[in-house]
């Protein structure tokens, strides 16, 4: 069957930069699975696998609108030290959760000088161009259970309930 709502879609994944190096990608003898049609992964992917079939191999290119977003310097800020009173050792590269007016946001500490401290709000890879090889290894239609969860049950999906 053709990928299309309510798939679940079991698929090999490399991810990688506009320089070619390897972000993620899915472990041998452990593919990605997913409910399509749910925004369970990004946009663009999700869209470029609409139609496809098992066996099929793609190369996906995603612009960040239809992935992790435009880099917005909005969510970067800085902040004294004290305002993170409780965090030891604060270096460039942590990732902390921090209290906004819009509840609480994962924030990568981005600058350490002086007093000050950067944060930065965007998602690690807000602004980058993504290349995807992609592999559909199987689809098949979801469960009604699968459904009102909006999860994959069974292999390569949750197994804890
Ligand atoms: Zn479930």
Known sequence: MAIGTDSIVTLHYTLKDEAGVVIDQSEPGEP???????GSIIAGLEK???????GDALTVTVVP?????????????SVPR??????????????LHAQTAEGTRA???????????????????????LYFDVRIEAVRAAT?????HGHVHGPHGHHDH
Request: glycine letters at 14%; aromatic letters at 4%; proline letters at 1%.
């Open 32 to 38: 990605l699975a997913y409910l399509h049609g749910h």
């Open 107 to 129: 924030v990568t500490v981005t600058k350490v000088i002086g007093d000050m401290v950067t944060l930065d709000g965007n998602h690690p890879l807000a602004g980058k161009i």
């Open 48 to 54: 470029e696998l609409t139609g496809r079939n098992a």
């Open 82 to 95: 004290r305002a993170l009173r409780g965090i030891k050792d604060i270096k460039t590269g942590m990732r």
């Open 144 to 148: 009604e259970e699968e459904l009102s």
């Open 65 to 77: 609108a239809e992935g992790y977003g435009e880099y917005d310097n909005e969510l970067v800020q």
